[in-house]
């Protein structure tokens, strides 16, 4: 377990990272939203109640890599954190999709390398670890035409884990298990917001790639 | 153009068809939804304004083919049509994906052929004619689950609009055109309701069908 | 058809035109309203998936010709078009009807052509050509007051089409050919709201104006 | 002035009487709606203030004769007037115009007629008067469709008062003097509903009819 | 009739005059609130609909005399009225009644008359005339400590209107008459706020004092 | 004091008890409405908290001693009471001055008494004992209609409970006292519903009716 | 792990369990509330999704045993269930601390027993097996009243299931370990109401008990 | 009885102080909230009705000892006061408690000595008199960890008050009394904010501590 007592962590992302976050920034389990963040935070309390993580829901719903890069100084270094986690690419790849006309909202590959390696290089002389967790999209198909622009951004932020020394916890591979069983409709209306099902998967990603050494049940 | 003045048609279906219509029914331009039977009552009224069409909105969310059946002669042919568009069982696909585990909720191939071919002999000697349009998926890859089901569901609607002598609106085909150009989610968030600009596509399928002999433009 | 791929279009208007779109601007179908803007974006879109327009409301709720001349320049050609529509007037002349002791608030004929001139000859230097519909009044009677003032101001915009080579859409013809078969009650409350009925017969002329050479079924 | 103390009087009609009165039934200055008949009520009050004029408020929105005849004896005559004031038709005649294709719900002069007759001869031996007003259209072109339909129902209204010894009281006369000056839309968006000022028209028109014999001023 | 074709009237006051009126400032009957002024409004609009008479309501809930005096020049000079309708002082005398522990919100008789006197001669060269309504108070039993304060006020606006060459409408006297027949607790709950009843018995002094020479009924 | 551990007490009325009560009927001071009845029963459950009184609000908002009476078996008796009180007739009163023309729902002195009598000797073969606090108006000059009426009212109900033992709380008497001091205004907007302020005055004269012998403070 | 393919798992109980449930019953995890009964279900859907496990709410908040026996047939049985989980009593226990007078509604040990066994002898029959989770209080401190009192129906509860073989998932003893950390008041205001943190330690009690063969992470 | 008439008296606080107060600051029974402060208003105005207390409510839901000193100079000593009663700090105590993570929002005794001396410090030289009301704890248990940290408190603000001359109401002790006879729970959810039993325990001590010579009953 990576964490210890009294550290800040930071979760920065878009919509499935904010999903209902209280505003403006706000501690306790109450403020973090509906989604994986509160998960995570609930279960690390349960588990460890002997311990304080002070732990901040960084998310703004719509957020490409380019608008996150934007107030990462404001809102998510500004924070101090021990550990930041970083999920965020899934609207630089969706715009292209589903606003084909609305060009410059979207961010293409090279760019998201950029504005993740951005992040991650103003940062890592200031925390402890960084967490990465890739854009995931819920579906198996890889000609899905968003699916394979999905795994192409997944692959740069892998590479970025990998170059800078970052904790990848691979989000995308425990979806497609799920996948392999029941269909995507089953979780999401549009594949990309996870719910509360979706969201318990993500937080099996999160707390594998801490460490988390106590068990639930 | 096979309707004539002061004609009944009725519009049976799931929530694609209902999209928000006046309950209890109404008749009128404005207690029709805002979903493909608006504009279809539009378009014919600017077209035709000599003629009066009385349309009539049937669909109900979420019914399935066995729901639409058994709500039939209370809400269908108790409104006395002309002319019936029957446009169901994207549910009976649907809830065998996204609630697998609720299974009496699930309407399998052979009960939708039987639902559907009830509806139609139970109608055809009432009635001038009845449209059939298939169950439509907004998903080009055959190889998705819901997506090859779907057509199992189309083939079936075909069949029947066939074996009966049916007007068969073959709506699915105007959505893989437009598929091949955009992605779906430029569209619809779920794959399944259609907005506007699906509604639209449902209504070239439908004006076609009928033999619409006047252009807007 | 005169737009191309990538181009963009801004309608400036009034209610009319604005029929609720969204606030501050914002690109893309849902944006819209729900008048004749979008369906004009949604059929363009469904006759042309390969091509983007760009498409932006500009209207605004109770704008005379006078207040959109205000924006123009912050609210239209801000947006750089490629084309640009109008179709402003009717407010000019319903507040001398139903306002008449707010003088401060009527714009006369030759204020009207003026800012109609200044539109168009602010705009031409920078786009690719603009389509001017006159305002219309839902009332076959010539002899009703505020028809015959609508016809002075239609005949304005007839003449200012012509004298800067701008393409005249006529949408009061479109609409006086329905009146001939339906009172204006059938479609508005107001002969000046154009519901949705109204919103098609408004895209008949605008379609027309632009050589839209697909049809929809 | 024609009424006493302590006498009821009950004033039938559609939505221009009702105007959102209170529902259930009730009595008193509130509960009358914001139309002509608090308006006539208030003035009374304020004229006579010794006297208790027991005024109740039978109107409902969207009435034709049919739909008032129906509910005569439950809601008009139940309530054991004095005195009955109609004012009934504009529906008759207005869904001939704006809902051309749901002729069920048109109301035919021969109808009308009949309709108006039965109210007056259930009533006459249970009152002691009764005030007829016609309905009325503020469009002062005769040529209007809806308003040369108007004058034949308003000519339907006349007559059965004449006939039956009735008062008449005018209000379309009214309404033409005020139309000599201002257009329609100065009062009303749809030229049925009145607002406040068109209430006042009516309130001339009826308060000249009972022979209001103080004046306000 | 003082009032000529497209002069200003604008009436000052609290929340009697008031009522819910439109902010910010409009002009045009709907705006008026659901007080006097709209019904003096619609009146004068009914008897004279050759005449423009562009009427605003300048009143504000809970306004002493002394808040008058501080919003004249921005809210009633501002509007650069032909003539004025003042009518204030109940809330002067109200604070001391209900709010006796809160005394700098109390206004006595002497800064009274010294703020209407400054409200007048700061106005008088500016229009044609003045019209004061002195506060009143719905209660018959000059015993009552509040009517007895309402009556010194009442003189110190009759003083203030004879001093000035101002018309002077004694609205108290009409409630007075009223009075006599019917307890205050038929109009208002609190003896101050009129009610739509009582809003009519305001215009009837307010009419008469004008010389309004044509009449409703 | 009367009470003692487990007993039911009952508060019949109108909106003076009722004063938001919980409906259907439950037990617990936060089911008791923001009136006397809640702050009655929070000083008894501070002053004894080794006693469990079991208090119910039986006020019915609006109410007449005729529409108590009608509901007395089934909503004060049916509770079971160990103890009643008793406080109504100001709508019996107050019709007769709000709303003169509606004299059916007038409750003149005869019936008062004659109602409040039933209410009485049907209870007392089943109660320890009976509480009346009479109907009060808050207003000092007895020559106000509305004061009159009201004395009449208290005298009987000071009478009835002579007749029958009961225990007679004045609550006129106090509102008198704190008359002398400061104007009605100061408490009620319309003499008749108490708010917080008159409340603790109906409660001193309960308080003290009931011979309380602990002190607050 | 007890559970297999298809089978229907019922939650009775309280508020805890209740904790928003959608009504009426109806299937799927988003009908399931926002407490343990939804965290449950979403970690058995993503630990073993190739299983269907139906499992229903049938929490209602404010029942005390007496309240769920009743419905116990039409609400618990009437599903058909396969596991029966019961967690009741808190309310027993709590009436009698916040609510001392109301003594019907107190639901006592031996009534709470009787009440208890009932539900599990009518259920054995029916059912592969039943789930007992004792009443808790979330105070570690043994002396208080009502923790007092929760530990002799949580001692009822285990001696309930040990009589007739149930499995008995110890939530206190879960509780009681975190509260050695933290205080009553991080998770809960009441110490009643779990929240979503006190909702995991309650899943954790769960999930054991039936076995749960796979982890999260 | 320490207040004379006219002298302005500030309760400085917290939640329970607030408890609803009107905002910004207004003078008036109907502006101080729903807890004590009214209470204690409502019942000196009812027993010195010939005296004027000038009561403010200055309390802010969720301030700390902390907060208030911030707020000291500008919303306690900005309104003149000529007494002020203080009471807080249990957020001090609370926020360890239930937030033990977010260390910040601690305030430990011996800030809390010092905030608390320097509002009394700051002053004493303005004011005729200071009361301190401790922070309590409902929850009779010293073991508790809250109630324990709660004493401590308590002991700082007697000492304060001692070491100063103020006057110390002692809350808990009134509280404590009532918790031999009655659980918590019967008047609190979470055992710091009162409800209205609570808020008349406050006013007990209160009343008491400043010489309260009239008594209610």
Chains 1, 2, 3, 4, 5, 6, 7, 8 share one sequence.
């Not at 606003?99 to 390696?117: A, F, G, T």
């Amino acid at each position: 377990m990576i964490f210890k007592d009294d550290e800040i962590i930071v979760f920065a992302g878009d919509s499935t990272t904010d999903d209902g976050r209280m505003r403006p920034f706000a501690e306790g389990n109450n403020t973090l939203g509906m989604g994986y963040v509160r998960l995570v935070d609930s279960m690390l309390t349960v588990l460890y109640p002997e311990n304080s993580f002070r732990i901040f829901n960084a998310g703004t719903s719509g957020d490409t890599s380019r608008d996150l890069l934007k107030r990462w100084d404001d809102e998510v270094l500004f924070l101090e954190p021990d550990w930041i986690s970083i999920m965020i690419g899934i609207n630089d790849i969706w715009r292209q999709m589903d606003r084909p006309q609305i060009k410059y909202r979207h961010v293409y590959p090279d760019e998201y390398r950029s504005n993740l390696e951005q992040m991650v290089t103003k940062s890592l002389p200031k925390v402890k670890g960084i967490i990465i967790m890739p854009p995931f999209f819920m579906e198996p198909c890889h000609d899905d035409w968003m699916r394979a622009l999905t795994d192409k951004y997944h692959d740069i932020a892998k590479e970025t884990a990998e170059k800078y020394g970052c904790i990848f916890a691979d989000v995308q591979k425990y979806f497609d298990e799920y996948l392999k069983h029941r269909h995507s409709s089953s979780i999401s209306w549009d594949r990309v917001h996870p719910g509360i099902i979706g969201s318990f998967i993500i937080s099996r990603a999160f707390l594998s790639a801490i460490g988390t050494d106590r068990q639930l049940y």
